[in-house]
């Protein structure tokens, strides 16, 4: 039997889409939500020995248990090699305990996860005390990279452009973007008090303010990294930034506040369905998978 890819997303697009890149088989599945709030998944066709399975993991917390239920039945169904294709993988900024008492969550989380799959696959993970997956994750790992893809977006849309990236962990993105766009790149200094409490600063000689800036950051969660960027750009008298984020995380509020706080055009991958993925990823993964 062919590879089949499979997925217990709401929206299973993307699913069969990288089926059909692939040429692999879609196997269908249908969840259930039950009257308690538990949740059910059948799959729906004959299991192969190998099997993809796409999962979107933005807000993983309602996500995980169903995703569990599904990997755990297709092995128990034959899938015997099974490669778990999570394009955003979350739980990996608690990287360390901050504060005495705090659960590692990127530790627990990796350890709920690894024993379901051989093989993970994801984007741009958020890796920055952890140097590789397998330093926290039990299974092989395969870690690509969307910075490419923004690149070439920035050097179509923005040719004028700088690339900023807001913090330092940003600069693993912000390099291979600007060398793609052929563009230059300044990296400012972060300051992070709460989860919306953030300030930035930028270098002194951050010249030519004809050049739009173009924000360049890994995830895009409450907005407020990238608002305080945009704030600080407006003030030294630099056009609207275009926004671009890997994963389109957006808690309640972050679009309004990019809107509110003078972006420019705001844009996203889609390793996490939105309206806003202007950028596929889905060849950059069907490569790495074929
Ligand atoms: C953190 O280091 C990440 O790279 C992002 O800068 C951060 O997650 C963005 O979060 P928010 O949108 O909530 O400021």
Redesign the pocket.
């Known amino acids: 039997m062919k590879t089949a890819v499979c997925t217990c997303d709401e929206d299973d697009t993307r699913a069969r889409r990288l089926a059909e890149l692939l040429d692999a088989s879609f196997l269908p599945t249908e969840k259930h939500r039950f009257p308690d709030g538990e949740s059910g998944v059948r799959v729906l066709a004959p299991v192969p020995a190998d099997v993809i399975v796409l999962a979107d993991l933005a807000r993983p917390d309602e996500k995980f248990l169903p995703l569990a239920f599904l990997l755990d039945v297709l092995r128990e169904l034959g899938a015997r090699r099974i490669t778990l294709v999570a394009p955003y993988l979350p739980y990996l900024?608690q990287d360390k305990r901050f504060r005495e008492g705090e659960a590692v969550t990127s530790c627990t989380f990796a350890k709920l996860l690894s024993p379901f799959a051989e093989r993970l696959v994801t984007i741009d993970p958020?890796l920055h005390r952890y140097r590789r997956l397998e330093d926290v994750y039990a299974l092989q790992g395969d870690v690509l990279s969307a910075a490419p893809l923004a690149g070439d977006w920035i050097r179509e849309h923005v040719p004028n452009g700088i690339i900023v990236g807001?913090?330092m962990?940003?600069e693993q993105w912000v390099k291979q973007a600007a060398v793609r766009a052929g563009v230059e790149y300044v990296i400012l200094e972060k300051k992070r008090r709460g989860?919306r409490d953030?300030s930035v600063r930028l270098p002194g000689g951050l010249g030519d303010t004809h050049q739009v800036p173009v924000l360049v950051?890994?995830?895009?969660?409450?907005?407020?990294?990238?608002a305080e960027t945009i704030g600080e750009l407006r003030r030294r008298g630099f056009p609207p930034p275009v926004c671009i984020g890997v994963h389109a995380v957006f808690?309640d509020g972050?679009e309004q506040l990019l809107e509110a706080t003078g972006a420019g055009r705001v844009l996203t991958t889609n390793t996490i369905a939105h309206p806003r993925a202007d950028i596929d990823i889905l060849p950059l993964l069907a490569a790495a998978l074929c």
């Open positions: 900024r958020h807001p913090d962990e940003s989860d953030v950051d890994d995830i895009i969660s409450s907005g407020h990294t990238m808690a972050a």
